[in-house]
Nanobody
């Protein structure tokens, strides 16, 4: 079992930056890819990328490529989502997710956090 708790959401102006944190706990965390998925009202869930025990974040969709960066602190078991150049269309609930492989489909992720709201004003 893996437990995930997101934090860091809030209100930010367009063009600004925000960093989300995902605190992970449980067993064998090094075996999991931990990533981020968001869901805006009335829209499908969107995979934002993930990261393994080593290496860079991977799987960024075109909608966030170059603006969002995923990193992982192995010591604290914290995964971050750094969001820069935010746009109003980035407004969504952001979820931290964990899975044993690199998946692009949200339904394939077994473990989810409770979500944190990000609102970007224009």
């Amino acid at each position: 079992q893996v437990q995930l708790v997101e934090s860091g959401g809030g209100l930010v102006q367009a063009g600004g930056s925000l960093r989300l944190s995902c605190a992970a706990s449980g067993r064998a965390l090094s075996t999991y890819f931990i990533g981020w998925i968001r869901q805006a009202p009335g829209k499908e869930r969107e995979f934002l990328g993930t990261i393994g025990w080593s290496g860079p974040g991977i799987g960024y969709p075109d909608s966030v490529l170059g603006r969002f960066t995923i990193s992982r602190d192995k010591t604290t078991e914290t995964v971050y989502l750094q969001m820069n150049s935010l746009k109003p269309e980035d407004t969504a609930v952001y979820y931290c997710v964990a899975g044993l492989s690199f998946f692009r489909t949200p339904d394939q992720y077994e473990f989810w956090g409770q979500g944190t709201q990000v609102t970007v004003s224009s």
